[in-house]
T-cell receptor, first 110, second 110 residues
Framework: DTAVSQTPKYLVTQMGNDKSIKCEQN?????MYWYKQDSKKFLKIMFS???????INETVPNRFSPKSPDKAHLNLHINSLELGDSAVYFC?????????FGSGTRLTVV | QQPVQSPQAVILREGEDAVINCSSS?????VHWYRQKHGEAPVFLMI?????EQKGHDKISASFNEKKQQSSLYLTASQLSYSGTYFC???????????FGKGTTLSVSS
């Protein structure tokens, strides 16, 4: 199936821990993104990568770092997790015709 | 600059129509529309690339008024499956990622 897949789907962890979320797309898109969706459903852009180059880096804490080993993958690493990091994180990729989102990772920090 | 969506919520009975508006304080070059069902990822509906453009499939269509810096999504003869949150997205200043509105929640009942 052609898609954007991200793992894990759920992540429950304690404050202070470090965690990673993986994302892969097989659509051949050049650009990939990470969005954060909070409890009010607001979708906020965090990062985007185009051909392994970081294009934008919104004002997110530097505890968050994207890593892209190749055009098809964009992973998100989060250090020293805080309660406020709890949210749903969506990976996406795009071409000129629109965005395709992964199914999301629900992160809960306790 | 985040686009502004209105209304925030719409409640319909099957067969009724709805219009969701999206406006921006800056010039728009394209507008995307997505639908997100509860617990799922946003799904691409359509993209409008130039002023005056109108698009649609099934009974969902959209228009783009470039001069007024706004777009509208039209849902005709709504079905239960139309329920969800609708987001419009416009490009950020650098043109490198979509900035989404806060969403419009549509509830269709039988």
């Amino acid at each position: 199936d052609t898609a954007v897949s991200q793992t894990p789907k759920y992540l429950v962890t304690q404050m202070g821990n470090d965690k990673s979320i993986k994302c892969e797309q097989n659509l051949g898109h050049d650009t990939m993104y990470w969005y954060k969706q909070d409890s009010k459903k607001f979708l906020k852009i965090m990062f985007s990568y185009n051909n392994k180059e970081l294009i934008i880096n919104e004002t997110v804490p530097n505890r968050f770092s994207p890593k892209s080993p190749d055009k098809a993958h964009l992973n998100l690493h989060i250090n020293s997790l805080e309660l406020g990091d709890s949210a749903v994180y969506f990976c996406a990729s795009s071409n000129n015709y629109g965005y395709t989102f992964g199914s999301g990772t629900r992160l809960t920090v306790v | 600059q985040q686009p502004v969506q209105s209304p925030q919520a719409v409640i319909l009975r099957e067969g009724e129509d709805a219009v969701i508006n999206c406006s921006s304080s800056k010039a728009l070059y394209s507008v995307h529309w997505y639908r997100q069902k509860h617990g799922e990822a946003p799904v691409f509906l359509m993209i409008l690339l130039k002023g005056g453009e109108q698009k649609g499939h099934d009974k969902i269509s959209a228009s783009f008024n470039e001069k007024k810096q706004q777009s509208s999504l039209y849902l005709t003869a709504s079905q239960l499956s139309y329920s969800g949150t609708y987001f419009c997205g416009t490009e950020n200043q650098a043109g490198t990622a979509l900035i989404f509105g806060k969403g419009t929640t549509l509830s269709v009942s039988s």
